[in-house]
């Protein structure tokens, strides 16, 4: 069953300082019971927004918002349940910690603005204490718990009234990574136990990416894609969508007599099929720095630049035309800076080089 279902979802808002910004643009989307879904996305794009929208903190400009057969928001009808009505969880960053109320305190605020009583109150809040491994701790005061233990309190909360919808936005960026991949964890168990529905906003793609079931990249408040992440990594629908997850290459290049000629490199082309749908005279050429090989004979000749050993495997950096392209290894061939090598690509998706003069754009949505 669908739990939350937006349709044709637009904010926009307007400043006298920035003008005007749509924050969500015609977002449509549906996420199934149980489902751990996550918008992932550049800071500016509309992840929080979005994330408002749903929770109830912000009216539409247009759209409908629903929750299974339930309406919260139709702007058509000028219809809108509040935020407390909508039975949610919730970790926002702005609803950080109460520095001055203890453990039990900050766990049980949202009992209390629904006036449950005491002892209830006090077994739901054990309860969800328990589950968030902060049992004995009911009297401490958030300054003196470490960072982990924390962002658990924010967790507890959320999970006290036993919702079936959480909303998580950022919950682990003040933590460290460490940390952080940790409480991905704890949190992908809680889900376990309780069968939630989990929406999660993050800018981080590793963190989308193992959390999960299927997730959504948007760029200036339009979803670019909607997909497992497996099917997001290896079938990434346009450049900006590549380009978001895990590390990329873009090599721009001129397409003539049925060949690939890397920009600045005009006599001597790549040994490369240009795909049969392709009839622009210019590509971008994506690569992921493990689908890119160096041999000794053969390959586009160029030459090392650097080499930096990461662990498990060896990066190299190379020119090819004007673009440097990154490259690891697993296996070390033993190439050393500046010996003359060959490249060659086992996979390449083609996309188109307009520009689309974004940038600027996105980069205005970042500073307001
Ligand atoms: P994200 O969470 O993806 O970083 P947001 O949803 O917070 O992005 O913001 C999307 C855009 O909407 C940004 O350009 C932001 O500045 C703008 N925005 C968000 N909230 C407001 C607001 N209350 N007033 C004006 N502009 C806003
Ligand atoms: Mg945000």
Not at 147 to 167: C, D, E, F
Request: net charge negative; aromatic share 10%; proline share 5%.
């Amino acid at each position: 069953m669908d739990q939350v279902i937006l349709k044709n979802v637009t904010k926009h808002f307007t400043t006298k300082a920035f003008g005007k910004v749509t924050a969500v643009n015609n977002v449509s989307l549906n996420i199934k019971e149980g489902e751990c879904f996550s918008f992932l996305g550049p800071s500016g794009c509309g992840k929080t927004t979005t994330l408002r929208l749903i929770a109830g903190f912000e009216d539409l400009s247009s759209g409908e918002i629903w929750f299974g057969d339930k309406p919260m928001s139709i702007k058509d009808k000028n219809y809108y349940l509040p935020p407390e009505d909508r039975g949610l969880g919730m970790v926002f960053q702005a609803f950080a910690v109460w520095p001055h109320l203890n453990v039990f305190e900050n766990v049980a605020f949202p009992l209390r603005i629904q006036r449950v009583n005491k002892t209830d109150m006090a077994a739901k809040v054990k309860e969800a204490l328990k589950h968030t491994n902060l049992s004995g701790l009911e009297e401490k005061f958030p300054s003196e718990l470490s960072g982990g233990q924390q962002q658990r309190i924010a967790l507890a909360r959320a999970i006290v009234t036993n919702p079936k919808i959480l909303l998580l936005d950022e919950p682990l960026s003040n933590l460290d990574p460490k940390l952080r991949e940790n409480m991905r964890f704890e949190i992908k168990d809680l889900q376990r136990r309780f069968n939630f529905t989990i929406v999660y906003v993050t800018h981080d793609q590793a963190e989308a990416m193992a959390l999960s079931d299927r997730m959504l990249v948007m760029d200036m408040g339009v979803i670019q894609q909607i997909d497992t992440p497996t099917d997001m990594y290896n079938n990434p629908s346009n450049r900006f969508v590549f380009g978001f997850l895990g590390l990329s290459n873009f090599l721009p290049v001129n397409l003539s007599d049925g060949r690939a000629y890397p920009y600045g490199s005009s006599s001597v082309g790549l040994n490369l099929e240009i795909p049969p749908d392709f009839s622009d005279d210019q590509a971008i050429l994506a690569t992921r720095p493990n689908e890119i090989h160096l041999v000794a004979e053969g390959g586009y000749r160029t030459r090392i630049k650097n080499r930096v050993f990461l662990g498990d495997s060896v990066e190299y950096r190379v020119d090819i035309g004007q673009a440097e392209i990154r490259i690891h290894t697993y296996e070390d061939k033993g190439f050393k800076v500046g010996d003359i090598c060959g490249v060659e690509f086992s996979k390449v998706t083609w996309y188109p080089a307009r520009e689309d003069g974004s940038d600027e754009e996105r980069e205005r949505r970042k500073i307001i």
